[in-house]
T-cell receptor, first 112, second 114 residues
């Protein structure tokens, strides 16, 4: 019940296309869902996050869609650029527990 | 702020040697996390501290691993004795639970045990 399942493991998208990464969770107590972006040789960096009281959050070209009934959330990258090539992690946590449960990561490659 | 600072960036050591990894969290952050990242196992939480107190060390692989946080601005992760299977990138992250849940990660220490 503590798992967060992320797919796909890897993704290749043409420049200008839409990149979509999906995550699913089981624990309905989770109330915070962040996405992290990691470039080679760097630590993960918080990209965008959502709470279950909203169904969508947008920041620039990055959008999180959240489906509470399906226990799924996804990251959409619009107009994908080569600079978006990185590994993306979804995560979840519950209240004061605070410990993040991480997805396995998706390696995204944007082809010029 | 310089962010979370880890040292060294790279460490190559022989099996059986003691290894100490260091972390300086962001000033004012009250939570600190040690993670290990490998291709096979992804990101694994080893231990985390709140207000310098270890809260959960269930992720520490075995007794060879130990972590300390003697004050709010410094933490160490020690491996003694080191083994080749400990080779990984070790990340330290800090956060301020009072305001948001975002973690700030350091750039990591790439450990190679030969």
């Amino acid at each position: 019940q503590q798992q967060v399942k992320q797919s796909p493991q890897s993704l290749i998208v043409q420049k200008g296309g839409i990149s979509i990464i999906n995550c699913a969770y089981e624990n309905t107590a989770f109330d915070y869902f962040p996405w992290y972006q990691q470039f080679p040789g760097k630590g993960p960096a918080l990209l965008i996050a959502i709470r279950p009281d909203v169904s969508e959050k947008k920041e620039g070209r990055f959008t999180i869609s959240f489906n509470k009934s399906a226990k799924q959330f996804s990251l959409h990258i619009m107009d994908s650029q080569p600079g978006d090539s990185a590994t993306y992690f979804c995560a979840a946590s519950k209240g004061s527990n605070y410990q993040l449960i991480w997805g396995a990561g998706t390696k995204l490659i944007i082809k010029p | 702020d310089a962010g979370v600072i880890q040292s060294p960036r790279h460490e190559v050591t022989e099996m059986g040697q003691e290894v100490t990894l260091r972390c300086k969290p962001i000033s004012g952050h009250n939570s600190l996390f040690w993670y290990r990242q490998t291709m096979m196992r992804g990101l694994e939480l080893l231990i985390y501290f709140n207000n310098n107190v270890p809260i959960d060390d269930s992720g520490m692989p075995e007794d060879r691993f130990s972590a300390k946080m003697p004050n709010a601005s410094f933490s160490t992760l020690k491996i003694q004795p080191s083994e080749p299977r400990d080779s990984a990138v070790y990340f330290c992250a800090s956060s301020d639970r009072r305001f948001n849940y975002g973690y700030t990660f350091g750039s990591g220490t790439r450990l190679t045990v030969v």
